[in-house]
């Protein structure tokens, strides 16, 4: 029997825990770093399954390590499993992990077999927490030949636009006062971030149309009548490279400084570190295509959908070859981080991506294993 049939044989035998495994996560949603349910069911399913596993990596508690195999290639699945607030798994993280879990214990069966080492690794808080940033520097990736997952959206995707972003976070101090009896002692620090916004609506003029800005306000003050004292904001920027949104970053932080100018109050502002663009690996991208075409996919002109965000598996992709293509749940109108995205994630379509998406995984990583070129050349990478 040729690996792909017995991988494929073993996702088929693995289906009802794969998907109990997705809507169960589905159900009990954790913010990053918090995931501490999704990383122990994610840990015991891949123990049972024969891996070998290790919680808690890196100094990360919701990150983890489980490993198969004694072959030279070393291939990597990044399960994610971290939730959005208030809308829950809407970024269908769900599906990741469990098609991640479901391409591991496939490869597993055939690891040796293609002398391939297989590692599916825990990768906590991509929703702006950095969590493959941070396992990147900590040596998570040290020895991997080449990282593979694949992420639901409305499409699927080979090569999706995944652009690099910066996420900080803006304090302004001001002076309280009462708005009514004494507002020429106050220094509002709640006019500071509107004027930085107006800034930054003006500036929009002046960028890239595939540049972003956007964020929200998280503190605006406390009474109608008291002079804000502290008001804070959440922001992002977004540009095609990590070069581009660090130059857009600068533009982007005089808008700020302009709005602690005019008004008096001072600005603090806490970077969070960057991630990314994508650079997705061409010879694996064209092994998944063949392998989710086999399967039935069709695929998207990817110059139509256009951008579609940004992920931390970027700052891998830079040191590692990776892919992260889009499976699509043909939900549209409904779109990543609605409600109506995270139904579609344990529907029919959110199911069947799961299952379809662990098998052209596992079956493009046994392309790999058995192309000599590109096996070549990921093995002399390291």
Same mark, same amino acid.
């Given at each position: 029997?040729?690996?792909?049939? %017995?991988? *494929? ?7 009802? /825990?794969?998907?109990?495994? #997705? &809507?169960r996560i589905h159900a009990h949603p954790e913010l990053g770093f918090q995931e501490v349910q999704a990383a122990a069911w994610l840990t015991e399913a891949l123990s049972g399954m024969g891996f070998q596993v290790t919680a808690g990596v890196y100094d990360l508690p919701t990150a ?9 290639? &070393? ?21 990741? !992990?469990? $098609?991640?879990? @479901? ?7 055939? =690891? /040796?077999?293609?002398?391939? %080492? ?12 950095? @969590? ?5 520097? +900590? ?24 652009? #690099? ?8 101090? @001001? ?13 509002? =620090?709640? /006019? ?15 960028? *890239? ?13 406390? !009474? ?7 008001? !804070?904001? #959440? ?19 005089r808008c700020f400084q302009a709005g602690s100018l005019a008004t008096g109050a001072t600005l603090e502002i806490k970077k969070h570190k960057p991630y990314a663009e994508v650079r997705h690996d061409p010879d694996l991208a064209a092994h998944y295509r063949r392998n989710a075409e086999?399967?039935? *996919? ?15 598996? @970027?700052?891998?992709? +830079? ?38 998406? $662990?098998?052209?995984? $596992?079956? %493009?990583?046994?392309?790999? $294993? ?13």
């Amino acid at each position: 029997m040729d690996a792909k049939t %017995t991988a *494929r044989e073993r996702i088929e035998e693995l289906q009802g /825990d794969l998907l109990a495994l #997705s &809507h169960r996560i589905h159900a009990h949603p954790e913010l990053g770093f918090q995931e501490v349910q999704a990383a122990a069911w994610l840990t015991e399913a891949l123990s049972g399954m024969g891996f070998q596993v290790t919680a808690g990596v890196y100094d990360l508690p919701t990150a983890f390590m489980a490993r198969a195999g004694h072959g030279p290639l &070393h291939v990597a699945l990044c399960a994610e499993y971290d939730a959005l607030p208030s809308i829950g798994h809407a970024c269908g993280h769900n599906i990741i !992990a469990a $098609a991640s879990v @479901g391409a591991g214990a496939a490869l597993a069966r055939v =690891a /040796d077999q293609l002398g391939l %080492t297989v590692t599916v690794i825990g990768t906590p808080a991509e929703e702006g927490g950095a @969590g493959k940033v941070l396992l990147l520097e +900590r040596g998570a990736f040290d020895g991997i030949h080449a990282v593979a997952m694949v992420h639901p959206t409305p499409w699927d995707l080979v090569e999706p636009e995944l652009i #690099s972003s910066r996420r900080f976070e803006v304090e302004y101090t @001001g002076k309280g006062a009462h708005a009514a009896m004494a507002p020429e002692v106050g220094i509002n =620090a709640a /006019d500071a971030l509107t004027l930085a916004q107006v800034a930054l609506g003006l500036l929009r003029q002046h960028i *890239r149309p595939t540049d972003r800005m956007h964020g929200i306000v998280t503190n605006g003050g406390e !009474a109608a009548n008291i002079i804000p004292a502290h008001a !804070a904001g #959440s922001f992002i920027v977004r540009s095609r490279t990590l070069e581009g949104s660090e130059a857009l970053y600068e533009r982007v932080e005089r808008c700020f400084q302009a709005g602690s100018l005019a008004t008096g109050a001072t600005l603090e502002i806490k970077k969070h570190k960057p991630y990314a663009e994508v650079r997705h690996d061409p010879d694996l991208a064209a092994h998944y295509r063949r392998n989710a075409e086999a399967l039935g *996919r069709v695929f998207s002109d990817p110059s139509v959908v256009g951008t579609l965000g940004s992920t931390d598996i @970027g700052n891998v992709s +830079r040191v590692v070859p990776t892919i992260q293509p889009m499976i699509g749940l043909g939900c549209l109108p409904a779109v990543n981080h609605q409600p109506e995205f995270a139904a579609a994630c344990v529907g029919e379509a959110g199911d069947r991506a799961v299952l379809d998406g $662990a098998t052209a995984l $596992a079956w %493009t990583l046994i392309d790999a $294993a058995g192309d000599p070129s590109l096996r070549g050349r990921l093995l002399q990478r390291l």
